[in-house]
């Protein structure tokens, strides 16, 4: 309750272009799970209650923050039903659809878990700790832009100014790329050190993170699309057009299911031995480990899919014109890129496997990792011509 009335609150502020306490309000939930697992668990019996009751004061803290800014724009009214109003049943209407557009990568990951259950042990667990790593750019980079942008759509939709609106979006895939194209490359390219430096303890072997990492592998190729679907999504909803995502999900829900079992069917072929093979394909596919890597390749490739068919849609509806400058930034974007790349793997082919260090070296040299190829990126995107600028919307 207490984390959907804060998702309440964080909209209307964000409607208001109020972003900033939003964008705060999590940080509360992060420090009540720290201090949940530092002070509260060694005092209960069962620790992991502690976590439990966290996140409840934490939810209950994070509406308490964002009441005085609600406050502020004559917003903090008691609640009332309101069923019968029109403007309450046209929120009804276009959310319905709109939670299941938006959900459709959730769906997807959802899906993937249960084909892994019928694969070799620790595979769900592999897939879900690869997820973990997708949601950081996309929770920090992705859902921030889509957040700010939906406003802007929304406003310049309402006035029709059709320039402003495809101006607003074109600005949005910019950005979005300027962050999720290095994002996936370095995922591809550091996942086994990311993996082995976060998780390589106790039971998790370095087994354990080659796993991991084949799925960091498969998902983090469909880091692109995942991102640019947080702002192309808005550009529909903003014109409460709330049908288009669904279609277009539905296609990819179906098409993951598709790819799934395609997927796994190559990667079948390929992986299982031959001796294993004669046992049936029920007994391969429980005792061959690394199968999994068909079911993130094909959460990427769905998610290309609901990209391209809203690419379409959102072309022929005429509201986003691509402006001038893209093949300079894209000729940019290919180079920063490439710099950071040859950075990186001149780093990690002097350096040992991250299974087998300790983890104070794993700690330090994932920094330098990190470090050197953000650093790489920035300053070739600087050389080459980015600016503060390009960065503001319009």
């Known amino acids: 309750m207490f984390v959907s009335l804060t998702a309440l609150a964080g909209g209307a502020l964000n409607s208001f272009q109020r972003f900033a306490i939003p964008a705060l309000t999590p940080v509360i939930l992060n420090l009540c799970m720290i201090a949940g697992a530092l002070w509260l668990a060694p005092r209960l019996d069962v620790p992991i209650l502690a976590l439990g009751w966290a996140v409840l004061v934490a939810g209950a803290l994070q509406l308490l923050f964002q009441l005085p800014a609600l406050k502020g724009i004559d917003l903090l009214t008691l609640p009332r039903w309101g069923w019968t109003h029109p403007d309450v049943r046209k929120v009804l209407t276009l959310m319905i659809p709109t939670l299941f557009g938006s959900s459709i990568a959730q769906i997807n990951l959802m899906l993937d878990t249960v084909i892994a259950a019928r694969l070799a042990d620790g595979s769900q667990s592999w897939l879900s700790l690869a997820d973990r790593f997708l949601e950081l750019p996309l929770g920090v980079f992705g859902v921030a832009l889509g957040t700010v942008i939906l406003p802007a759509l929304a406003r310049h939709h309402v006035k029709t100014d059709r320039s402003a609106f495809s101006g607003a979006l074109d600005w949005g895939f910019r950005t979005t790329l300027l962050i999720a194209m290095p994002a996936m490359l370095g995922l591809l390219l550091l996942a086994e050190p990311l993996v082995a430096t976060l998780f390589q303890y106790r039971q998790f072997t370095a087994f354990d993170t080659r796993m991991t990492a084949m799925s960091v592998y498969g998902l983090s190729f469909g880091l692109p699309a995942y991102a640019m679907l947080k702002v192309l999504l808005p550009a529909f909803y ?60 094909a959460s990427a490739l769905s998610s290309y899919l609901n990209l391209a068919l809203l690419w379409y849609w959102l072309g022929k509806s005429g509201v986003y014109q691509r402006r001038p400058g893209w093949a300079g930034y894209a000729l940019r974007l290919l180079l920063a890129c490439a710099a950071m790349v040859a950075v990186l793997l001149s780093l990690l082919w002097w350096l040992p496997s991250f299974t087998v260090m300790d983890k104070w070296d794993r700690i330090g040299w994932l920094a330098v990792l990190v470090g050197s190829g953000g650093a790489t990126y920035l300053v070739a995107q600087v050389a080459l011509g980015l600016r503060p600028r390009h960065l503001r919307e319009g």
């Open 238 to 297: 903003a014109r409460q057009d709330t049908r288009t995502p669904v279609r277009a999900g539905v296609a990819a829900l179906i098409a993951n299911m598709v790819f799934n079992f395609a997927l796994l069917a190559v990667v079948y072929q390929i992986m299982v031995p031959p001796e294993l093979k004669a046992q049936g394909v029920m007994q391969a596919l429980g005792k061959q480990p690394g199968l999994h890597l068909a079911l993130g390749i």
